[in-house]
């Protein structure tokens, strides 16, 4: 939708206005035929038909484009008053800077600040409203260190909330304890059976040279024997060939 053109200062040209709602141009695009529009009035028109609203001819959002820089200068230009005018402001300026002033305007209805408050009020009277708003919070006067809003002020009690806190403190240190327990429990459980299979594979180890040990004593008696047998078939070679 565009800008309602009961808010402009004098005249408006009828090319500045949106060939759909007849207000003026807001956010514009331009067809091929020249024809402008607010770019929410030519999507929301673009969806259920796939035509100019003036001439009827064929268009699609892809020929869409801004305005001719002339125009776009002339619609800058025109005065407006400002929406809050309604509440008090007296304020015209250009539809360029239009925006900039409206998001700053003194009078625009803003929300209270303050979680839980839905009251709407003047941006300056939002200073007055806060000082008054029953939803404001501030510092426990007795020294707790606790925040209240003004609504609760009868019903806090600095022991009970202090006693609460307490409680919860004790609540979190149990359990960072007992997380702490399991996470060195799973630890120890973790080196423990690491431990095990670490002594599982020394102990598979110490076999296997316990049965090399084995195979090489097998070995050094075999060839002892081979010796003493080797050595008797000397001295026998031997007293043969005395005897020869």
């Keep these: 939708m565009g800008y309602d053109i009961e808010r402009f200062v004098g005249y ?8 759909i709602c007849r207000d003026v141009l807001e956010d514009p695009l331009q067809a091929p035929c020249e024809h402008a529009f607010c770019t929410a009035c030519i999507h929301g028109w673009l969806i259920h038909h796939s035509n100019c609203p003036e001439d009827r001819q064929a268009i699609e959002v892809s020929v869409l484009r801004p305005l001719y820089r002339y ?4 619609l800058n230009r025109l005065q407006l008053h400002c929406k809050n005018r309604e509440y008090g402001c007296e304020m015209v300026c250009s539809l360029e800077s239009i925006d900039r002033h409206e998001r700053e ?3 625009s209805q803003i929300p209270c600040s303050n979680a839980g408050c839905t009251v709407q009020i003047e941006r300056r009277n939002l200073d007055g409203h ?4 029953e939803y404001r919070s ?9 925040t209240i809003l003004s609504a ?8 009970a909330e202090l006693r609460t806190e307490l409680e919860l403190l004790r609540s979190e240190m149990i359990c960072r304890v007992e997380e702490a327990k399991h996470e060195m429990e799973s630890r120890l459980d973790s080196q423990r059976r690491h431990m095990v299979q670490k002594e599982s594979v020394l ?7 316990k049965s090399q040990m084995s195979r090489v004593m097998s070995d050094v008696r075999s060839l002892m024997a081979a010796e003493r047998q080797h050595r008797q ?3 026998q070679a031997e007293l043969e060939k005395r005897e020869l």
């Design 233 to 235: 078939e000397l001295e």
């Design 203 to 209: 102990q598979n180890e110490i076999e296997e040279l």
């Design 152 to 159: 609760e002020d009868t019903q806090h009690n600095c022991v």
């Design 105 to 107: 305007c003194e009078y």
């Design 130 to 133: 806060l000082a008054v708003c």
């Design 71 to 74: 125009m776009k200068n002339d």
């Design 12 to 19: 408006v040209n009828e090319g500045l206005l949106c060939s």
């Design 138 to 146: 501030r510092e426990c006067p007795n020294g707790c260190g606790y």
